[in-house]
């Protein structure tokens, strides 16, 4: 590659006689939408380069067991902020015209709310400041007290909710939109949910596209693959089943394909399946009937959104659908 002449001439320049190269990859995971090599390219770069003196960073969200490539390397992991140093950070952000300890307060408020749902310090930044503004309009029309922390918790806490449900959604505050057709929406590719939030989420696409006979063909290992003549017709079928849209599935069937597609296990508990009912409020999962015992489900979203949402997790969804 290019690059690594490049790196190769200054060497010979001695440039990297004394001093460091660092090199980091942010969201390094999308090295791999660029091709297989680039991301064994870098990894290797100090051995290509024969430069002692360089170092690759790679900085991801994904778990390392979810590159494809077996690679060796030094895992550094970063924890989340916690509430005391978040909000030690976003004082830094404190508007001169307001005392240190009414800010404080309002972080304080902030923080409550929103500390379960993000840690990214930017998006903190973000909604901390916008929200503010809403915080402090009482106050500059004279019908709240700035001491009054009861009556503005009561002015802010509907702009704060509304907030937090676009977090959910990993949307601006600025863009909602009504999402009642949410498989169209170009402004939800980027959606941040919870882990194992997404996985389900998966699962619910492939039981709504999937034919509940394929489940045994493609998620139990070692399976015998059908004979090729079957082919022709499986692929009329199945553009005739995309025409129809999505189906209903079962709550168990959603659980099967949930375990059959996570690498790792996961013991099912209630806060495990609280998070079906979080799809269903965020309009990502439609819940039909009122069954309580056996409900069923339908995939609310298309094929283009739930891609997005499985390379964040480095899982490849189509090696799981009939075409």
Known sequence: MMFVNYLKIAAHKDIFEENHCVIVLDECEHLMELGEHYLIAFSRLQEL????????????????????????????????????????????????????????????????????????????????EINFKKYCEPIEDGSVKEDDVSALWKKISPHLKASLYNVYLGTNVSETRYFSNVSGSKNLISLDLPYYTKYFLIAAFLASYNAPREDKRLFVKHQVKKKKRLVQNKK????????????TFTLDRLLAIFYAIMEEKANLTANLTAQISTLVELRLLTKLGDTLDKPKYKCAVGFEFVESVSKTLGFNVRKYMIR
């Open 49 to 128: 380069t024969a430069i002692k003196n360089l170092c690759v960073i790679f900085i991801s969200q994904l778990l390392p067991e979810k590159f494809i490539y077996d690679l060796s390397y030094f895992n550094i992991p970063f924890p989340q902020y916690n509430k005391d140093e978040l909000l030690e950070i976003l004082m830094l952000d404190c508007p001169k015209e307001y005392s240190t300890q009414f800010y404080k307060t309002y972080l304080n408020l902030f923080l409550s709310v929103f500390l379960r749902a993000t840690r990214d310090l930017n998006e903190m930044r973000y909604l901390s």
């Open 236 to 247: 009329k079928e199945n553009t005739a089943n995309d025409l129809l849209g999505p189906k």
